[in-house]
Structures are given as structure tokens and as C-alpha cells.
């Protein structure tokens, strides 16, 4: 009956949730004599081994992923030549694409001293104009001031017993 079938769904359905290696699973953290970092699903018999706590949306086990052969091509079929052939086509190749990535990264840091460069003139030029707009305004409201001072000569004012100069 489809009822039935339903029940048996969601039994295994918690079944393989409650036993789940995600909920079970321990990490343990320590630091070697080396001071290099260590983790672990024991405690491999480190005393100051520390129990790592993960968020509950991260699973605690991953399983692992299974590594291919780095080499493939002639050296499986054991001819040595072509395994020589094809190992030094490998190493050529690797040596291109590393010297277009290091070709690759000097091009881009040059790239950004360029432009830090044309930003340092622009900036200091608008600096060096701002300073010399600033100077100017100086100098000019000195001459107004200098100039009142010719043509408005101070007066002497009598206040009561003292004589005041403006």
C-alpha cells in the first residue's frame, strides 16, 4: 500500500539523518613542536589536542577526494621514449604557462604603479594648484588691505578723556 511504503521512506529518511557522519563526526585541533597546525578526527594521543566546534550549517566530514594520476598519456602504455617525449612536452608546457603568469603579473603590477603614478601627479597637482589659489587670494586680500590703509589714513576719535586711533 502506498501508506505503507510512505512509512518506510521516512524511517530510513531518519534513520540515515540520526547515524549521518555529519552529526557524529569530531574535530580535533593541536600544534606540533614545529608549531605547524594539525586536525584530526582523534586525538592521535595529543594531550593539548582541542576539540574544534563547527557551525551547524558546515558539515564535520567531507568525504575525500580520490587523486588522479598526475601523468597520463604514453608513460601508461610503458614505451619509454614516447614517455620521455610526452614528460618534456609536459615540463615545456609548464614552463610557458609559468612564465605567461609571471609575464601575466609583472604586466598587472606595472599596471598599478602606472596608476598609482598618474594619481600621485593628479593629486598633487591639484594640490600645488589649490596651494598657489590659496596664495594668491592671500596676496591680493594683503594689497586690498594695504590699499584701504593708503586711502583711509586712521582718525583720531575723542571719547570723553582718552583719544582713540582707528
Given at each position: 500500500?502506498?501508506?505503507?511504503?510512505?512509512?518506510?521512506?521516512?524511517?530510513?529518511l531518519?534513520?540515515?539523518?540520526?547515524?549521518?557522519?555529519?552529526?557524529?563526526a569530531?574535530?580535533?585541533?593541536?600544534?606540533?613542536?614545529?608549531?605547524?597546525?594539525h586536525?584530526?578526527q582523534?586525538r592521535?594521543?595529543?594531550?593539548?589536542?582541542s576539540?574544534?566546534t563547527?557551525?551547524?550549517?558546515?558539515?564535520?566530514?567531507?568525504?575525500?577526494?580520490e587523486?588522479?594520476p598526475?601523468?597520463?598519456?604514453p608513460a601508461?602504455?610503458?614505451?619509454?621514449?614516447?614517455s620521455?617525449?610526452?614528460?618534456?612536452?609536459?615540463?615545456?608546457?609548464?614552463?610557458?604557462?609559468q612564465?605567461?603568469q609571471?609575464s601575466?603579473?609583472?604586466?598587472?603590477d606595472?599596471?598599478?604603479?602606472?596608476?598609482?603614478?598618474k594619481?600621485?601627479?593628479?593629486?598633487?597637482?591639484?594640490?600645488?594648484?589649490?596651494?598657489?589659489?590659496?596664495?594668491?587670494e592671500?596676496?591680493?586680500?594683503?594689497?586690498?588691505?594695504?590699499q584701504?590703509?593708503?586711502?583711509?589714513?586712521?582718525?583720531?576719535?575723542?571719547?570723553?578723556n582718552?583719544?582713540h586711533?582707528?
Amino acid at each position: 500500500s502506498p501508506m505503507k511504503g510512505c512509512t518506510l521512506t521516512h524511517l530510513i529518511l531518519m534513520a540515515s539523518i540520526f547515524f549521518s557522519p555529519t552529526l557524529t563526526a569530531e574535530i580535533y585541533k593541536w600544534l606540533d613542536d614545529d608549531g605547524n597546525t594539525h586536525y584530526s578526527q582523534d586525538r592521535q594521543g595529543q594531550d593539548k589536542a582541542s576539540r574544534v566546534t563547527l557551525p551547524k550549517d558546515q558539515p564535520a566530514y567531507t568525504p575525500p577526494i580520490e587523486a588522479k594520476p598526475a601523468v597520463t598519456g604514453p608513460a601508461v602504455t610503458g614505451d619509454t621514449e614516447a614517455s620521455r617525449k610526452y614528460a618534456d612536452e609536459q615540463k615545456t608546457r609548464q614552463n610557458s604557462y609559468q612564465q605567461m603568469q609571471k609575464s601575466a603579473r609583472a604586466a598587472a603590477d606595472k599596471r598599478t604603479v602606472d596608476e598609482c603614478k598618474k594619481r600621485r601627479d593628479i593629486y598633487c597637482d591639484k594640490g600645488a594648484d589649490e596651494i598657489r589659489r590659496i596664495e594668491r587670494e592671500k596676496a591680493q586680500r594683503q594689497m586690498m588691505e594695504e590699499q584701504f590703509r593708503k586711502r583711509n589714513p586712521p582718525i583720531p576719535r575723542y571719547t570723553g578723556n582718552d583719544i582713540h586711533i582707528r
